[in-house]
């Protein structure tokens, strides 16, 4: 069976610090791991997909996450925070069954203080 | 542009009713999915549907149902509402093959009193 593991529930960085958001993810086969964002009381946002192509995946906003087989993480990063990140961040693993349902790791809040 | 969109955006009623959450998307997407997101739990999914007449039950589905008469519509209906199911429901789709991000809908808000 497939999953993710969002390491932090809850990640508070300052302004213009680097952001890192961990995820550990578990797959019988080579997996499609996805980054989405929900800003408050929005839908979600795709930041990036890894699909095998590239093991270093860039996506919007300046974010950018490393697929790592060796270490079963998907860990999401970007440079320098910006208060328009403040927001929930989930990593998502695509399954093999029931039509690529996307199995959702419980998210983490990233708060970014000024 | 093509969008997915889902009505009501917010939806009080009372125990035992019976409630239809609409979900449209012009993508001309065949995969359709709805999820229910609540505290603790991430997203999970309820139902999909991989096109016209096609409907399959995802790992949440007691007390809800869904038809797909077209390509663009899958309602979620909510047999006889219970409390538990006071959550954020997500509309989502996407293509049929490939690995395919899936489009998400702004989401309704169900509060079952």
């Known amino acids: 069976a497939q999953s993710v593991t969002q390491l932090d529930s809850h990640v508070s960085v300052s302004e213009g610090t680097p952001v890192l958001l961990r995820c550990n993810y578990s797959?019988?086969?080579?997996?499609?791991l996805f980054w989405y964002v929900q800003h408050p009381n929005k839908g979600l946002q795709l930041l990036l997909k890894?699909?095998?192509?590239?093991?270093l995946v860039k996506g919007i906003n300046g974010f950018e996450a490393e697929f790592k087989k060796s270490e079963t993480s998907f860990h999401l990063t970007k440079p320098s925070a910006h208060m328009s990140d403040a927001a929930e961040y989930f990593c998502?693993?695509?399954?093999?069954?029931?039509?690529?349902?996307?199995?959702f790791g419980q998210g983490t809040e990233l708060s970014v203080k000024p | 542009d093509a969008e997915i969109t889902q009505s009501p955006r917010h939806k009080i009623t009372e125990t035992g009713r019976q409630v239809t959450l609409a979900c449209h998307q012009t993508w001309n997407h065949n995969n359709m999915f709805w999820y229910r997101q609540d505290l603790g739990h991430g997203l999970r999914l309820i139902h999909y549907?991989?096109?016209?007449?096609?409907?399959n039950k995802g790992e949440v589905s007691d007390g809800y149902s869904v038809s797909r008469s077209n390509t663009e519509d899958l309602p979620l209906t909510l047999e006889s509402a219970a409390s538990s199911q006071t959550s954020v429901y997500f509309c989502?789709?996407?293509?049929?093959?490939?690995?395919?991000?899936?489009?998400f809908g702004p989401g309704t808000r169900l509060t079952v009193l």
């Open positions: 797959s019988s086969y080579s997996p499609s």
């Open positions: 989502a789709s996407s293509e049929s093959t490939g690995i395919d991000e899936q489009f």
């Open positions: 998502v693993v695509r399954s093999y069954n029931q039509g690529g349902k996307l199995i």
């Open positions: 549907s991989y096109g016209v007449q096609d409907t």
């Open positions: 890894y699909t095998s192509a590239a093991t």
